[in-house]
């Protein structure tokens, strides 16, 4: 999850306190010297209601996060394993800690680390597998749990004219995510017909759970980076850049 990257999105609101800003957003002076404390600070008054959303700021809910289909082609005839994953759902992210930030405000260039304590996921699955004598063709739904998960993000801004005003605008998040421990599970194998041979499935689909997950791990990169890059972006919008960065 993840995890956040809205730590800029949120320094965007630090300039000056303006009469519409809620009393959940604590406000950062640009020039503090420990401004890094400050936007973390800010970042965690405001995770709780990250997970479902902000209606007042026009900020979408974090979870569930919707994944793009994703396509496993692996392994030589003898350990074969296609599959592919749809309509999967995250949730997680709104559990992040950011545990570093160099924020560079005159440059609008922040990075950070973020760590995720857990991430669960579910969706479903078309398989076409074939390890040793082992060989399952099915669907079913598909759950996973990632622990100890981190991200390094890069946030960069532009100064852009709206209605002749400036804003401050970010371009997509560059993400990149470290991958902890994970553990895949295929459910309804067999039809649930065979306990015996969806034990061993599940034990094959364990054993190479790195398959799935390197195949995940972009999607999820993608799909982070874009969630918050909107969410900073719906929040830097709503102020002028005077606004959010006043001269004294």
Known sequence: M??????????????????????????????????????INSVEQLRSRLKTGIAELNVPPIEPLLLDEIQLRSGPNQAKINANITNAKVWGPSGFEIIDLKPNV?????????????IYFEGDYDIDMSVLIL?????????GNFTNY??????????????????????????????????IHLGNLFAGQN????????????DNADLFVN?????????LAQKFTDIANTITKRFTYQELFPDK
Not at 106 to 118: A, H, L, M, Q, T
Not at 157 to 181: A, C, E, M, P, S
Not at 215 to 223: A, D
């Open 2 to 39: 993840f995890f956040n990257v809205l730590a800029v999105g949120f320094y965007g609101l630090f300039g000056a306190v303006l009469a519409e800003i809620p009393s959940y957003i604590k406000v950062c002076n640009k020039n503090d010297p420990e401004i890094s404390k400050c936007i």
């Open 106 to 118: 005159k440059k609008n260039r922040f990075v950070f680390r973020v760590s995720i304590p857990s």
């Open 135 to 143: 060989k399952y063709k099915g669907k079913g739904p598909i759950t």
């Open 150 to 183: 981190k991200f390094d993000c890069i946030m960069k801004g532009d100064l852009v004219t709206l209605n002749g005003q400036q804003h401050l605008q970010f371009r997509k998040f560059n993400l990149t995510l470290y991958i902890g421990h994970s553990a």
């Open 195 to 206: 306990p015996t041979l969806s034990s061993a499935t599940n034990e094959v689909v364990r």
């Open 215 to 223: 195949e995940i791990k972009p999607v999820l990169e993608n799909s």
